[in-house]
């Protein structure tokens, strides 16, 4: 059976336009929903890439630090290797107005200094090794051939009392170790009989 269908054709028309509307409108909310996560997709994108961006900058802020530091270090490894050359091949980095004042301050009115002398000299000193340190009761030793800074120092003292007195306070003194007589004898010192002597000690490192 054939359905007869009495509606004018103006309201086919509108029918149609309706539904090619409705299908358009859905077309469009489609679009405008993948628009929209797509953009949402983009923005996350945007957002890491700003986050990256900042964690460069700041991992860029640490290498120059960085480089600022090893600049740093480089300048006091320099440094360093100076003052190791200098101990290596002097001894001390003496510096002979602090001898001179130390001298000055422990030198008594009655004793006279005829000279003194500041010398690089080879040592040979002691040292324990690292294993037997550890291991043996009785540490092994071998012997190190070091610089050290020798003051030697000859004068006149009218006694005995004196000439002790002085050796005491040069060896009771900060800045030098070791001290040692050479040798003491009576001289004639401007007409007066006295103790002339010679000792050495070693500025401390």
């Known amino acids: 059976m054939k359905t007869i269908d009495y509606l004018p054709e103006r309201i086919h028309q509108r029918r149609i336009q309706r539904h090619n509307l409705l299908r358009q409108m859905v077309l469009m909310i489609v679009s405008m929903v993948i628009l929209l996560a797509l953009s949402y ?7 890491q890439a700003k986050a990256d961006f900042k964690n460069l900058d700041v991992q860029v802020d640490n290498v ?3 480089l600022g530091v090893r600049s740093e270090l480089e300048t006091q ?3 360093l290797l100076i003052k190791k050359r200098i101990d290596e091949d002097l001894g001390s980095r003496v510096n002979v ?13 009655s004793i006279f200094l005829s000279n003194m002398q500041l010398e690089a000299v080879d040592v040979a000193v002691q040292v324990s090794t690292p294993e037997s340190e550890k291991r043996a009761k009785k540490p092994k030793t071998k012997e190190v051939i070091v610089k050290r800074i020798k003051l030697t120092i000859t004068g006149y003292a009218p ?7 002085f050796i005491a306070q040069l060896s009771a003194g900060p800045l030098f170790e070791d001290v040692n007589m050479v040798y003491a004898r009576n001289q004639d010192f401007q ?3 006295a103790r002339e002597f010679q000792a050495y000690c070693y500025v401390v490192r």
Request: aromatic share 0%.
């Open 159 to 165: 006694t005995d009392v004196d000439l002790a007195n």
């Open 64 to 66: 120059r630090k960085q």
């Open 97 to 109: 107005l602090d001898v001179l004042s130390e001298i000055e301050r422990i030198l008594a009115k």
């Open 41 to 47: 997709t983009r923005q996350g994108q945007i957002r």
């Open 191 to 193: 007409g007066i009989l």
């Open 77 to 79: 490894q320099a440094d």
